[in-house]
């Protein structure tokens, strides 16, 4: 297993809509051990894999309190969503900033899993929000593009500050 380097906004990569997985090969199980390796050592509790700039519909999550409880999904569709939920999102891609975004509170959602089983399930809350997050990335959308266009201007110059005091 390998940590993947996490792209960080501003970055055009990041704008990239994922293709889907069309087989579950080695190649792909690899990407997904890498992927829950990186994500928990960032630490977070979600990653897509437009963020480690490989641009397949694949995302990892794992909400439990010990870590241990890894999702798999594997070209995720929503099916149905209802409810709203307003809750503070960050995200390993905008490392630091933390705002206010609207979801849906649940979600029926179709994935594909690791064994190339297609299985639908229902989300709630944490997981929900999640899940919707993560599958933004996907479709190349960021939390930030959901808030005004000053503010993500504030956090790109903000980021692009950090990055340059580490350097």
Do not use: W
Not at 76 to 90: F, K, N, Q, R, T
Not at 106 to 133: D, M
């Amino acid at each position: 297993m390998a940590l993947l380097p996490i792209l960080e906004y501003p970055d055009p990569r990041l704008k990239t809509v994922a293709q889907p997985v069309t087989e579950i090969t080695e190649k792909v199980s690899r990407l997904i051990r890498d992927m829950a390796e990186t994500m928990y050592a960032a630490p977070g509790i979600g990653l897509a894999a437009t963020q480690v700039d490989v641009h397949l519909r694949v995302i990892v999550i794992d909400i439990s309190e010990t870590k241990n409880d890894l999702l798999v999904l594997i070209n995720p569709e929503i099916l149905a969503a209802s409810g709203e939920i307003y809750g503070e999102e960050g995200c390993l891609s905008v490392p630091s900033y933390y705002d206010q975004i609207k979801r849906a509170e649940k979600i029926t959602v179709r994935i594909l899993t690791e064994t190339g089983e297609t299985r639908e399930f229902e989300a709630e809350g944490l997981l929900s929000v999640c899940i919707q997050h993560e599958m933004d990335h996907l479709r190349g959308i960021l939390f930030v593009d959901y808030l005004s266009k000053l503010k993500r201007s504030r956090i790109a110059k903000k980021l692009k500050k950090q990055r340059q005091m580490t350097m």
